[in-house]
């Protein structure tokens, strides 16, 4: 079955961007001339994704009018012939079938993504975690659904990370299948370099088969009275088994302050448009 429906959890609180994030939602800083989640929802929708679930929380609101008409606005510029900022704003409420749905408690990601059984049904879904933006030719979500297609098992995009770094997230081990594609055997959430099964981090995209809400069902809450995804896909590796895909392209972690700017910069230095002046800017600083 191929996969048509993706999942995007927008709930959090955003604490690693904090003061900008303590009335608007993260997910609505712009990595230079967009929102970062219309960044996630482009990728879904380039990949071939149809439908799409938003969960949002109270005071996320400004996430499902980014995506809404707004004939007012799109009245005003074709009146005022400005084509080409009609085109783009008309261009992102034609994007998908956008849906959203509210999660009233911070539960967790394996709660989020829970509710979205419904939405789900019986289909392999992909999940995008916002807090992570890709640039690459081929969408990596898109990459992650053609190793699904070949393996028929729930999917993990991992790219490999420096050993400082891998005490930062989850861990996938295993038995290799080719350059691309392990089954996986152990996922560690952020062991010391040392423990580590490998240095495969698991970073933000996931292809993942319906049985993970019975398993969400069966995950007791842990710390924070939260339930982890993890240990519903912990469960799947144990009784149908996952792969692993390595995916190309360049992942921005735009969750903290650093990530967030190397994100801008490298967006802003792709367009032609303003890369001439933006590094003629950089040279003046004398770095």
């Known amino acids: 079955m191929k996969v048509k429906k993706a999942v995007i959890p927008a709930a959090g609180f955003g604490t690693r961007l904090l003061p900008y994030t303590k009335a608007q939602p993260k997910e609505m800083v712009c990595i230079y001339n967009k929102p970062s989640i219309q960044h996630v929802?482009?990728?879904?929708?380039?990949?071939?994704?149809?439908?799409?679930?938003?969960?949002?929380?109270?005071?996320?609101?400004?996430?499902?009018d980014h995506f809404d008409s707004v004939p007012e606005l799109e009245k005003a510029l074709k009146d005022k012939g400005k084509d080409d900022y009609l085109k783009e704003v008309q261009e992102i409420s034609n994007l998908g079938n956008m849906h959203f749905i509210r999660q009233k408690e911070a539960k967790g990601l394996g709660h989020a993504i829970g509710m979205a059984e419904a939405f789900v049904g019986d289909e392999p879904f992909a999940i995008l975690l916002p807090d992570d933006?890709?640039?690459?030719?081929?969408?990596?979500?898109?990459?992650?659904?053609?190793?699904?297609?070949?393996?028929?098992?729930?999917?993990?995009?991992?790219?490999?990370?420096?050993?400082?770094?891998?005490?930062?997230?989850?861990?996938?081990?295993?038995?290799?299948?080719?350059?691309?594609?392990?089954?996986?055997?152990?996922?560690?959430?952020?062991?010391?370099p040392e423990e580590a099964p490998s240095n495969l981090g698991i970073l933000g995209r996931y292809v993942l088969t319906p049985?993970?809400?019975?398993?969400?069902?069966?995950?007791?809450?842990?710390?924070?009275?939260?339930?982890?995804?993890?240990?519903?896909?912990?469960?799947?590796?144990?009784?149908?088994?996952?792969?692993?895909?390595?995916?190309?392209?360049?992942?921005?972690?735009?969750?903290?302050?650093?990530?967030?700017?190397?994100?801008?910069?490298?967006?802003?230095?792709?367009?032609?448009?303003?890369?001439?002046?933006?590094?003629?800017?950089?040279?003046?600083?004398?770095?």
Do not use: C, W
């Not at 929708?45 to 109270?58: K, M, P, Q, T």
């Not at 659904?145 to 295993?174: C, N």
């Open 211 to 287: 049985s993970v809400f019975k398993y969400i069902k069966e995950t007791k809450p842990g710390k924070g009275g939260e339930i982890q995804l993890t240990d519903a896909i912990e469960q799947q590796i144990h009784n149908e088994g996952v792969i692993a895909h390595s995916f190309d392209g360049i992942r921005y972690d735009i969750g903290n302050r650093l990530g967030y700017m190397i994100a801008n910069l490298d967006y802003a230095l792709r367009d032609e448009e303003v890369k001439g002046d933006l590094l003629e800017y950089i040279r003046t600083l004398n770095l």
């Open 41 to 64: 929802v482009e990728e879904a929708v380039n990949a071939g994704i149809e439908d799409i679930l938003i969960i949002i929380s109270r005071n996320k609101n400004s996430i499902e």
């Open 133 to 192: 933006i890709m640039y690459s030719e081929v969408p990596v979500i898109g990459q992650l659904m053609k190793a699904y297609d070949e393996h028929g098992k729930s999917v993990l995009g991992v790219q490999p990370v420096e050993r400082e770094a891998i005490r930062k997230y989850g861990i996938a081990g295993g038995k290799s299948l080719s350059d691309k594609d392990i089954s996986v055997e152990v996922m560690v959430e952020k062991p010391e």
